[in-house]
């Protein structure tokens, strides 16, 4: 997994692996922030966390390369940005196709972008809502896995809606992942489709 910031949907996805519900297993956090909290929940967990400092390498092809040498040394068959703060790059992408999870905070292909729940706000929708989908080339783009909504209420702030949003993200990465792990995605173009009953 790879994350920068708080890390509370690594622990969701944790703490889904803990109770069974996971049919993957979680072997790497990397993070290009020191400080972050998703790696000190990682090592919580018994997990190896590793830093990668953007600042040693010259730029992001070569950062990414190095990220990818640590998940290939891992064996890594999905790669799952939690709250990653960093557009790969087309080769990381390229490396792993269809093997790239990322989850945003709203109902794409609306409001993709740095501050999804703001701009959602911002612009008077009534129902916001969360995405997890294949990462391709584009921003926030790629083939859609599974996508909640989550209605606006007059009162809501960025930050009441944040954790309204982020409630439903817990509950659907893991299943995203799971579903992922037991074989059960199958995607055509732009279509993901989850397979019934094999
Ligand atoms: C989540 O809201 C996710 O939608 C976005 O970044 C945030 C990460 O939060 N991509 P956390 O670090 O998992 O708490």
Redesign the pocket.
Known sequence: ML?S??????EAILQAAQRNELCGQVVLVISDREKAP?LDRARQHGIPAVFVNPRDYSCREEHDAAVMKLLRRQSVELVVL??YMRILSAAFVNAFPERIM????ALLPAFPGKDGVGDALAYGVKVAG?TVHFVDQELDAGPIILQEAVPIIQQDTAETLQARV?AV?HRIYPRAIDLYCRGKLKVEGRRCHIVQNE
């Open positions: 994350a910031g708080r890390g509370s949907n690594l998703a939690a709250g990322n989850i945003h905070p969360c982020q993200e």
